[in-house]
C-alpha cells in the first residue's frame, strides 16, 4: 500500500531544536558513532566545489604572506573546479550541545560510516570520498582524557576521474574484526574490499550500474548478499560468492535514480529503499517481486535510517523537503515527526544511539546553507 506525505501525517509531539552550528563548507554527512562509550562522538562530513577565484582566497586566509605566488600558480593550470573537503569531530555535552573536538580538511566527502564494532579496540571510521579513497580513521584516546580521529588506512579506486560516492561496513549485525567493506562509484562500480592485517584487501570490483552507482549496502543478516542503487533506476542484488558478479535481482520499482538502501539491524528479512522518485519502499527480502509497503515523502529521498534501538521507526533525509520519521509497523506507513528548520537540500541524518527512553536525538545537516542542527522529538 502507498500513502502520500499529506495524507498521513500523524505527529507524535512537537519537535524540539537542540543546536544549530555553521560548518562553513556545504554539508552532506553525519554518523554518530555507535560504539560504546563513544556515542556521544559525532562525525560531520562536507562538500565543497572551489572554482580559482575561491580557492585563492581560502589559500590567501591560510598564508596571506604569499598570496601572489598562490595566484600565479592557479593561473598556470587551467585545472577543473577542486572538491574540498572537511571533516568535523563534534562531542554532544549533557546540555544536548555540540561542540568541536577536531577538524580535518581532506578532499570533498560523499559517505561516511561507523564499523559497528570495535577492531584492534578502537571505533573505525569509513569515509568515501572525491578523489575516488576510501579512508580509515581510528578514534582513540590521548593523553588530556579526550579523543582524536587518527589516520589509519587508505585504499584508492584504479580508475582516473572516479568518486566514490557511498558505502556500507558488513558488521550490522555479524560483528567481526576482519569486515567486509562495500564501496560504491561515480563509474557505475561496486568495489568489496575486505580489512585484514591492518590492510585493505579488493576481493572484487564490477560493474553494477550503467550511471553513478549511488548507493550501496549490505544485508545485515546475510553479509554475502550486497543491495546497489544506480542513476539508471535499478535497484539490485548481489551474492558476492558468484563469480562473476550477476545481480540476482534487478528491480525497475523506482522511476528515478535509486538513492538509499538500509537493512534492518532488527529484523531479519526488512529492507528499505529511496529514490529521487520521493518513494521509500518496504521490501520483505523473502519475496521481493514488490514492496510490501510504500509512501512518498516528497522532495526526494537521498538517505534512510532505522532506528538503533529497534523500534518500527524509518528516517529519511529529503533533499528538497526536510528531515522526516516514518513508523513502518502499520501497513500504511505514517510519518510521526518532522523537522524542516533546514534552508537547502536535506542531505546527512543519523540517530544518537545512546538514547534510553522515549526521546530520540537526531543530527541532520544541509547543503547550501551549511547548517549542522541537532533535535528530538518524543514518541506517546
Known amino acids: 500500500m502507498r500513502c502520500s506525505l499529506d495524507d498521513k501525517i500523524t505527529m507524535a509531539c512537537e519537535v524540539k531544536q537542540l543546536f544549530s552550528w555553521d560548518t562553513q563548507y556545504n554539508a552532506d554527512s553525519v554518523e554518530f558513532c555507535p560504539v560504546e562509550p563513544y556515542q556521544e562522538y559525532l562525525v560531520v562530513g562536507t562538500y565543497q566545489l572551489m572554482d580559482q577565484e575561491h580557492r585563492l582566497e581560502v589559500c590567501a586566509q591560510v598564508n596571506h604572506e604569499n598570496t601572489t605566488e598562490v595566484e600565479s600558480s592557479l593561473q598556470k593550470c587551467d585545472a577543473p573546479k577542486k572538491r574540498l573537503g572537511r571533516l568535523y569531530l563534534k562531542q554532544m555535552t549533557e546540555e544536548k550541545k555540540l561542540v568541536l573536538v577536531q577538524q580535518i ?6 559517505d561516511m560510516k561507523w564499523c559497528h564494532n ?5 571505533p573505525v571510521l569509513a569515509i568515501a570520498n572525491a578523489s575516488g579513497h576510501l579512508l580509515l580513521y581510528k578514534l582513540q584516546p590521548i593523553d588530556d582524557g579526550t579523543v582524536r580521529l587518527k589516520f589509519w588506512i587508505k585504499s584508492e579506486i584504479d580508475e582516473e576521474d572516479t568518486l566514490a560516492l557511498s558505502l556500507d561496513w558488513s558488521t550490522g549485525k555479524i560483528q567481526c574484526e576482519n569486515p567486509l567493506i562495500s564501496l560504491s562509484d561515480s563509474k557505475g562500480k561496486i568495489s568489496l574490499l575486505q580489512l585484514s592485517n591492518q590492510e585493505l584487501i579488493l576481493q572484487d570490483r564490477f560493474l553494477a550500474h550503467e550511471f553513478e552507482a549511488w548507493i550501496t549496502a549490505f544485508d545485515y543478516w546475510n553479509p554475502n548478499i550486497v543491495y546497489t542503487g ?3 533506476c535499478k535497484f539490485r542484488r548481489y551474492d558476492v560468492r558468484n563469480e562473476p558478479a550477476n545481480p540476482t535481482l534487478t528491480s525497475r520499482v523506482h522511476s528515478a535514480g535509486v538513492t538509499s538502501i538500509h537493512s534492518s539491524a532488527h529484523s531479519e528479512y526488512l529492507l528499505a529503499s529511496g529514490s529521487y522518485d520521493e518513494i521509500v519502499n518496504l521490501w520483505d527480502t523473502r519475496t521481493m ?14 538517505r534512510l535510517k532505522w532506528d538503533p534501538q529497534g523500534r518500527n521507526l524509518l528516517l529519511a533525509a529529503c533533499m528538497h523537503n526536510g528531515f522526516h520519521v516514518t513508523d513502518t509497523s502499520p501497513s500504511d506507513v505514517q510519518v510521526v515527526a518532522s523537522f524542516t528548520e533546514h534552508e537547502s537540500l536535506a542531505y546527512g541524518v543519523d540517530w544518537w544511539a545512546g538514547a534510553t527512553d522515549a526521546t530520540s ?7 547550501y546553507d551549511h547548517l549542522l542542527c541537532l533535535w528530538e522529538f518524543t514518541i506517546n
Open 289 to 302: 517481486r514488490s514492496p510490501c509497503s510504500s509512501i512518498s515523502l516528497s522532495g526526494g529521498i537521498w
Open 118 to 122: 570495535k577492531i584492534e579496540n578502537d
Open 230 to 232: 544506480g542513476d539508471d
Open 361 to 367: 536525538v537526531i543530527a541532520s545537516a544541509s547543503f
Open 105 to 110: 580538511d581532506m578532499p570533498a566527502i560523499l
